[in-house]
C-alpha cells in the first residue's frame, strides 16, 4: 500500500530559529510533492507544490526564501521553516501524489516559542 | 474569495443516525475532482471518498456514499449508521485538473457522534 511518513511529529522551536522536517513516500512513486500548513482555527493553506523536474511553485504569501523545498528523488521531500516566528505555529501535512490520488502523512505539529 | 465552502463548523448526532455535511464549491474547470477527507486528532489525513465531475455514478465507499450536484456545484457527504469513531474533522477538497495536484481545502466540520 502507499504510505506517507512525516518527520519530526512534533518540535518545538524558539522565535527566530530555523526547523527542517521531512516527507517520506514508501509504495509508490511521489511525482509530486504538496506541503500544506494548517493554523491554529484556520483550513490547510498550500505552501508550494513541488513536481519532479520541474520548479516548485509557491503559493501567495509564501516564498522560497522562508520556506526551502527539496524534492530530490520520487521517495523524499524536504522543507524548512526559516526564522520561525509565532504566526508559523500549526500543523505541516505533506501530500504525496503519484498522480491522481494524493497521500498524506500525518503531519508535523510546530510550536514556536 | 473562498473556492470551497463548507457552511456548518460542528455537527452532533447521536449513534446510528445518519448524517449529511454539505459543500459548495467555485470552478471554472470543466474536469475536477471533489474528495472528502477525515482529519483525526492524531494528524492523520484519512481519504474517504472521491467524487470525479466527469462521473454520474453515485460514488459509494462503505458506510460513506455522496450526493453530487454538479449544476448547483455541491458535494454532501452522507454517513450512514453512525459510530462514535466517525467523530472527527472532515474536509471536503477541491482538485482541479490545470492545478495538478493541489487541493484546495474547505474550512471543515467537527463532528460528534455520541453513543
Known amino acids: 500500500g502507499a504510505l506517507v511518513y512525516q518527520y519530526p511529529r512534533r518540535t518545538i522551536c524558539k522565535s527566530g530559529t530555523s526547523m527542517r522536517m521531512e516527507c517520506q513516500a514508501v509504495?509508490?512513486?511521489?511525482?509530486?510533492v504538496a506541503w500544506y500548513r494548517q493554523s491554529p482555527q484556520k483550513t490547510f493553506e498550500l505552501i508550494a507544490l513541488?513536481?519532479?523536474?520541474?520548479?516548485?511553485?509557491?503559493e501567495q504569501n509564501f516564498t522560497q526564501e522562508k520556506f526551502p523545498i527539496s524534492h530530490p528523488n520520487l521517495s523524499f521531500s524536504s522543507m524548512t521553516v526559516l526564522n520561525a516566528y509565532l504566526e508559523d505555529r500549526g500543523l505541516y501535512l505533506c501530500g504525496a501524489s503519484d498522480r491522481v490520488e494524493q497521500y498524506f502523512g500525518p503531519g508535523t505539529r510546530l510550536t514556536v516559542l | 474569495a473562498q473556492k470551497v465552502i463548507q457552511v456548518w463548523s460542528t455537527a452532533s448526532r447521536q449513534e446510528g443516525e445518519e448524517l449529511t455535511l454539505d459543500c459548495s464549491y467555485e470552478t471554472s474547470q470543466v474536469l475536477y475532482h471533489l474528495f472528502w477527507y477525515k482529519h483525526l486528532l492524531s494528524g492523520e489525513m484519512v481519504f474517504l471518498i472521491r467524487?470525479?465531475?466527469?462521473?454520474?455514478a453515485k460514488e459509494r465507499s462503505g458506510r460513506y456514499s455522496v450526493v453530487f450536484q454538479k449544476s448547483l456545484k455541491s458535494i454532501s457527504l452522507v454517513i450512514s449508521a453512525l459510530q462514535p469513531d466517525d467523530s472527527g474533522k472532515y474536509f471536503c477538497?477541491?482538485?482541479?485538473?490545470?492545478?495538478?495536484?493541489?487541493?484546495?481545502f474547505g474550512a471543515g466540520t467537527r463532528l460528534a457522534v455520541c453513543p
Open positions: 513541488s513536481t519532479v523536474n520541474s520548479a516548485i511553485k509557491y
Open positions: 477538497a477541491l482538485w482541479e485538473l490545470s492545478s495538478f495536484n493541489k487541493l484546495t
Open positions: 467524487q470525479m465531475s466527469s462521473s454520474t
Open positions: 509504495g509508490f512513486q511521489a511525482t509530486s
